[in-house]
């Protein structure tokens, strides 16, 4: 992840609570609390857990504070609340705060090379008549689609195939930052598998700005703003949602799932991370019924049977 990049925002979102010593927090009510927290489950998925985690960390009833003074909003905290509901780029200043950005190329070497197995048995089966089209959900920065992106670029057989990454997420600067496509040298040095070191190094050019992703690579992303708790607008047979759903409510995990089986194909993939997998999040769940579990694949891997 690029330095620029803060994990959580952190928050208190307790109502007029302390806030560590550092003087007097922004003093929101009971009642605030519990609106705003309701707003975070609804239009963010934050699970009352993810909301504590960040309310202990601190400085959420700051934010607002900074927010309602640099807005000069006389009515406090509900005129700021109501603007988040209307303000295209309020919601934005919030969803850069609270979201947490951690990413890197080749996160989770396994589940690469789990991609990679996935892809020779595409190639071989052709379920999809030639054509790969993958969403990368929740993609941060921009450096699990330009992993898949390396991968697909450097794969002689795919030259002819319709190839496609759709990378969104709902904080507009990571999107912005992954758009430009140039990262900092720390992010190489956070590839720890040299098989894939390898395709990152043959993927970027070294420049004053860092390592610049190559254009042919660049061009098969589109990256956009999207937020998972809206309708879903692509059509994908391969699913990446990794390291996000930890962070959402089981209710709304299970809307999620539920969209993202209605928008794959039978015989489409869906890719979870490591938290997911082991968390159990899926196990048992009536929405993900429809999905089974590519067994042997250490719970990160579904599929909607045909
Ligand atoms: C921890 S990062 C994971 C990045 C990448 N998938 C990975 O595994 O390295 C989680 C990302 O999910 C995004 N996110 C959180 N809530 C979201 C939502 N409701 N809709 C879309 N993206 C969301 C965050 O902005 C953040 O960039």
Known sequence: ????FKRFGTCLVTPSGGNGGRGPAFAISKVQSDMFNRFLLERFGLSKFTIKQITVAGRLG???GSRVSSLKCSGGFYEYFNL???DKNEFQMLAD??????TRFFRAPDQFRLFLNVLTKIKETDPFGKRLCIWSAGSSTGEEAYSIAMLLNSDADLKHWDVKIFATDVADRAVEFAKIGAYDDNSRKRIDDKEFLGVFDGSTIKTERGYEIRKEVRSLVDFSVH????????????IFCRNVLI???????????KKFYSVL??????FTGHPEGSSKIFEGDPSLKGFEYVSGSGSFLWRKPF
């Open 227 to 238: 937020n998972l708790m809206d309708d879903i607008f692509v059509a994908p047979n391969i």
């Open 84 to 86: 988040l509901k209307s």
């Open 247 to 257: 962070y959402f409510e089981p209710e709304k995990v299970r809307d999620v799932l």
């Open 265 to 270: 194909p039978h015989g489409g993939f869906l």
């Open 97 to 102: 705060f609270i979201t947490c950005k951690e």
């Open 1 to 4: 992840m690029n330095g620029r």
């Open 62 to 64: 700051d934010f607002i």
